[in-house]
């Protein structure tokens, strides 16, 4: 399956060359947005006239929010049929500061066309990502996964429950991480693991997503290391 590429800002996804951008051809008729804006891009070419449903499939880089705030779907989707079943949104799984992983997390909307979501698998895995699909919600599986129990690894450090390196340790001989959970954040960038949680808490509402101490620290650091 081909497609074009359409970059549009900073992409968090494709930092450096990779053969699913080197596969993309001006000619093509599937189109992927990526970078910060996105979503901006795909909204401006719809007001442009082009018309995404004619489209084998769309996909549409995402940082932590819903596709459905690009595509438009109203709250009735689910009884009505989506705004854009053929386009979805995609984010390739990223840890801080740490090298891109090989895991693409496909956003479906909420009435997926089959036969599209089937051709945007095919046009990631054909460059050799694994690809996972989800539902359309704020955050992708991973972080909605994996945060709160980052978050519960720093406030049982605050609570002095044992040490870094012991915690760590316990959690990487007991349980078989290869990584401790405090290593994991500091190698990678706490500041990162506020804006996520951050973004999360807001949308969810949800405590177990507030952000720790630690990381609002971090955070605050990191923006006065860049004045």
């Not at 189109?31 to 489209?55: H, P, Q």
């Not at 089959?114 to 945007?120: G, T």
Request: charged share 25%; proline share 4%.
């Amino acid at each position: 399956m081909t497609y074009r590429l359409i970059q549009a800002g900073e992409s968090r996804s494709f930092q450096e060359g990779h053969a699913f951008i080197d596969a993309a051809r001006n000619d093509a008729s599937a189109r992927v947005y990526t970078g910060t804006g996105a979503g901006r891009a795909f909204a401006d070419e719809k007001r442009g006239g082009w018309r995404a449903e004619d489209a084998p499939f769309v996909a549409i880089e995402l940082g932590h929010e819903c596709l459905a705030e690009h595509t438009g779907d109203t709250a009735r989707a689910d009884l009505e049929g989506g705004a854009a079943p053929n386009v979805f949104g995609f984010a390739r799984f990223r840890l801080g500061d740490a090298e891109p992983s090989n895991l693409i997390e496909l956003v479906k909307p909420a009435v997926a066309d089959a036969a599209s979501l089937e051709k945007a698998k095919a046009a990631f895995e054909s460059a050799g990502f694994v690809v996972a699909v989800c539902g359309d919600f704020p955050g992708r599986i991973v972080d909605r996964l994996v945060r709160p129990y980052y978050n519960a690894a720093l406030r049982r450090l605050d609570e002095k429950l044992a040490s870094a390196t012991d915690m760590d340790m316990t959690l990487r001989l007991g349980l078989g991480y290869p990584e401790g959970p405090i290593a994991l954040l500091e190698r990678t960038g706490l500041h990162h693991h506020y804006e996520v949680t951050q973004s999360l808490y807001e949308a969810l509402g949800d405590t177990a997503y507030a952000p720790a101490r630690r990381a609002q620290v971090a955070s605050r650091w990191a923006k006065e290391a860049e004045k």
